[in-house]
């Protein structure tokens, strides 16, 4: 059981390096595509004479849409703990986490707690617990998934749209590392016998 949670996280680990270069990659890329395509826009000149009339035989190009964040961004909603009054509390080993307890699993001793009786969301151990089902399932994670409409209605603040197609990996690593609940509802789905069989 250690030697599987070794290969987890050394597996986590690895894909994170991978996913934030080719994130940067795929950024300076768009970044480099952009301004390219802004220099370009700007020297075309188009004159038109209102006599003639031609036809053309090329194909309408595709219009490509851009949207844009609004300037006034959505107030944030306060983590439980601020909510709880947790935050900025001052303890011996000057941790940043509200919540905290080191514990001997063979003598039960409690080495250090912050909070104990406070009861927490457990956030991050999901998306964990996630990965270890999918991985232990041994399906292919070179399968792709598409995010439908059952998808799309049980997450509705997502960068990924409904149509969206992407590997079970793909989908893995998005729902550990970018918190994209989306990607993480569509592995349930996907996995044999279901969202029931999943959880």
């Known amino acids: 059981m250690r030697l599987k949670q070794f290969w987890l996280l050394a597996f986590v680990g690895l894909l994170s390096c991978g996913v934030t270069i080719s994130a940067n990659s795929l950024a300076a890329s768009n970044d480099a595509q952009s301004k ?3 220099k370009n826009a700007s020297k075309v000149v188009v004159k038109v004479d209102s006599k003639k009339v031609a036809k053309s035989s090329k194909k309408p190009k595709a219009v490509r849409t851009t949207v844009t ?3 006034n961004p959505a107030p944030s909603r306060p983590s439980f ?7 900025g509390q001052h303890d011996d080993l000057s941790l940043k986490s509200s919540v905290a307890m080191v514990v001997n699993q063979d003598t039960k001793e409690v080495y250090f707690e912050k909070n104990p009786s406070v009861s927490l969301p457990i956030a991050s151990i999901t998306k964990l ?3 270890m089902v999918v ?8 399968e792709t998934l598409v995010i439908n409409t ?3 209605q049980s997450y509705r603040n997502s960068r990924l749209s409904g149509g969206t197609t992407l590997t079970r990996e793909e989908a ?8 994209e609940n989306r990607a993480a509802y569509t592995l ?8 029931r069989a999943f959880v």
């Open 36 to 38: 390219k395509s802004s």
């Open 129 to 131: 617990m996630t990965a």
């Open 135 to 142: 991985l232990d399932s041994n399906l292919p994670l070179d």
């Open 150 to 152: 059952d998808d799309v």
């Open 81 to 87: 703990a601020t909510a709880l009054g947790l935050r």
């Open 69 to 71: 964040r609004s300037s």
């Open 188 to 195: 349930g789905r996907n996995y044999p016998g279901g969202m």
């Open 172 to 179: 893995l690593l998005l729902a550990l590392m970018s918190s």
